[in-house]
């Protein structure tokens, strides 16, 4: 057990009034949670403050080389209190990106035990509409004030809490999708893998680009012979063939192992589907929606869970995926999931953490 010290604001704010309108990562809780570290003491000083903003040193590590890493997870309102989705998995996850990035490890009880002493004086910021969560972000920053290039001896970690609705202002309405034949997200041997910020960085550019030519999001091919696919935007990519078979790239260094790809994985498998992660060239994506092998296409991810697709642009290209709408196993995918999140369907993975 660790000790967590909670200063509770004096003033708590007003919860927002129509749920429909909550949007994504726009309004947060009344508190956040901060851990210090130093390489010779440890993590030190948990505790839960109103929340606010940093005071940092212009100097600080984060704000010039990126020693920077998050996580995305959510808390679920249900009938009988509130569910975590694997929220274990989120914090060995850091701890791997951490590995990467040179930053400390955390120990993963005291990621748990914290985030249960800030839940304890905001889960009520829980929005109730079907399809809403409080999205929880933990973050880990580099805080060195100095400008060498070297792993940094002091890090905070901190967890916001944010109400949440659906990631795409369009929610589950299938995406037209772009694929970049240029820029590349991430490289084999480099951060691909890791939750950090440069990633996502990387990808706005092309992201603003699909935006401006019509597409919703960016499909990515990998760094070396931008010829395999990696990711859509910033989710895993699903595949389906045949009505029976479920496609996803593999775990190959420079894509993200997402928590919701494996559960995706899994609970196709379970309900009978054949899964396999491999190597997928665009050009056989293409080919095999034109000839309509090719049945359905989803992104996964947490914040949007499953985002259907139903038109890939490639060069001068295009292909329709399925008949423009949701595909049956899609949605059957997005409801299971969805229903063991909010506890309406039984747990058989022992994914939910209630309370
Ligand atoms: C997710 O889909 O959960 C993500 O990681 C997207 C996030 C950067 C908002």
């Not at 429909?20 to 003491?41: A, P, T, V």
């Not at 005071?55 to 010039?64: K, R």
């Not at 850091?94 to 249960?116: F, T, W, Y």
């Not at 990998?222 to 696919?229: A, L, T």
């Amino acid at each position: 057990m660790y000790e967590i010290k909670i200063t509770e604001v004096a003033q708590r704010k007003e919860k927002p009034s129509d749920e429909s309108k909550l949007g994504f990562g726009k309004l947060f809780s009344d508190h956040m949670l901060l851990i210090n570290y130093h390489k010779d003491r440890g993590w030190f000083d948990p505790r839960v403050v109103p929340y606010g903003n940093l005071s940092l040193d212009p100097a600080c590590s984060v704000l010039h080389y990126g020693q920077e890493i998050f996580e995305g997870a959510k808390c679920y309102r249900t009938d009988k209190g509130f569910n975590l989705f694997r929220i274990r998995d989120n914090f060995e996850r850091m701890n791997r990106s951490a590995a990467r990035m040179g930053m400390a490890q955390i120990p993963v009880e005291l990621c748990l035990e914290s985030l249960m002493a800030l839940l304890s004086v905001d889960k009520e910021w829980t929005p109730h509409r079907t399809g809403t969560s409080l999205y929880i972000r933990p973050t880990m920053i580099a805080t060195d004030a100095a400008l060498g290039v070297s792993a940094a001896e002091n890090y905070l970690f901190y967890i916001l809490l944010s109400p949440s609705g659906a990631y795409y202002a369009g929610g589950l309405a299938p995406v037209a999708i772009y694929v970049e034949d240029s820029l590349v997200r991430a490289v084999r041997g480099g951060v691909g893998f890791a939750k950090t910020g440069g990633n996502y960085a990387a990808s706005i550019l092309a992201g603003a680009k699909a935006k401006h030519e019509g597409y919703a999001q960016v499909l990515w091919l990998d760094g070396v012979e931008q010829r395999y696919i990696e990711e859509v935007g910033s989710m895993n990519m699903m595949f389906v063939y045949e009505d029976r078979k479920i496609v996803t790239p593999m775990l190959n260094g420079s894509i993200l192992p997402g928590i919701t790809r494996d559960s995706v994985l899994t609970l196709a498998g379970h309900m009978g589907y054949e899964v396999e992660e491999k190597r997928i060239a665009i050009e056989d994506v293409m080919a095999d929606a034109a000839s309509g092998k090719l049945t359905e296409a989803f992104g996964t991810g947490t914040a949007a869970v499953v985002s259907p697709v139903n038109k890939i642009a490639y060069k001068d290209q295009a292909v329709h995926v399925g008949d423009g709408s949701i595909g049956r196993i899609t949605q059957q995918l997005y409801d299971t999931l969805t229903g063991i999140q909010y506890g309406k369907l039984d747990d058989p993975f022992g994914w939910i953490t209630s309370f």
